[in-house]
């Protein structure tokens, strides 16, 4: 039995909607931007790292035709005022005199600038605050490294958690203060979070698993791509290989196509895991690169490493257990196949337009 025309044009038009909005999402939600602030003595230097799609939706045409090199800080203007008004480090509730030192922009797509802010070593505990989400979305996140004599903390803000007080700027109370579980815990959590808002890492394991098959071959498929990527997230992230980010983001809408197609010429699911694997391979490169920005030291990098990548897998299992269910019911349907069809080529659009947004 299968559904009539107008019922699958129906299902096929709500589909394409929906792949339309989480289009729109990921290219307007879901942005990342690093702060690191190292304190020393009565200073303070942050390293702001911003995606040029977020300094550019706030002041259009700042950045264009800049190829990647130094910047001449005048040219921020009034964004850099505001880069130092929502990047702010605060003491008794006052927040410290600040100023831009240097800026520059990246090979990868950011732009990097330099900080210096002045503390009072008599005052209270500084408190990190971001309110850069107020600018972007609430999805906003802020992936914050801190250090002094070689302690690290690492947090992240976004709107509901704006503020992290910081150890007393005295070492001692520091390295009281810092215990590795809570850096630790929030690389995992950054995993989890990673691969939850990577719509095109959900989306290519999506089309990897809807064509159906056996229990042993969606094992095989989830198992090939977790196993790739965990391969070359580690190789990345200690810079063993280090390709071009805009290489790698343009290779990853390669990949979410590929498979597409590949679900419109056939069923291939029994023999799948090869091309998870390759691809799973170019994945793990983009998950490297939140590891390089965090830049944590060597004493607690492998620790880094594995806590990132475990709450990548934990946010992928999670996908996966709620996701399998409804293709296994799917592929018991006779109009399983049309199905199939519909998605991919919506997919196919939707990987031709992230190509094309990265392109530029």
Known sequence: MSLPPTTMRVCFGALLLLLMAAAEVSAHAGSVAYWRVV?????A??????????????????LSAVRPGAL???RLGSFGETLLAHFTIEQAGARLPSRIVTAAVLDSGLLDVQVVHQLDTAATAPVLRSAFHVLTDDSHRVVVRAERAGAVVAMTL???????????VGAASWHEAIAPDGSMRAMLLLGVEHILTGYDHLVFLACLLVPGGTWRSRIAIVSAFTAAHSLTLVLAAAQVVTPPARFVEL????????????????DRARSRWPTAFGFGLIHGLGFAGVLRAHDLPAAQWWAAIAAFNVGVEIGQLAVVALVLPLVIVLARTPWHRRVVQGTSAAVIGLACLWFVERLS
């Open 158 to 168: 976004h709107a509901t958690a704006p503020t992290h007080v910081a150890p007393g």
């Open 251 to 266: 290779a990853i809408a390669v990949s979410i196509a590929y498979v597409a197609i590949e679900n419109l010429l056939g």
């Open 45 to 62: 230097r942050s390293q702001l790292l911003i995606a040029i799609d977020d300094v550019e939706r706030m002041a259009p045409g700042l």
């Open 39 to 43: 304190f020393r003595g009565a200073e």
């Open 72 to 74: 001449d800080v005048q």
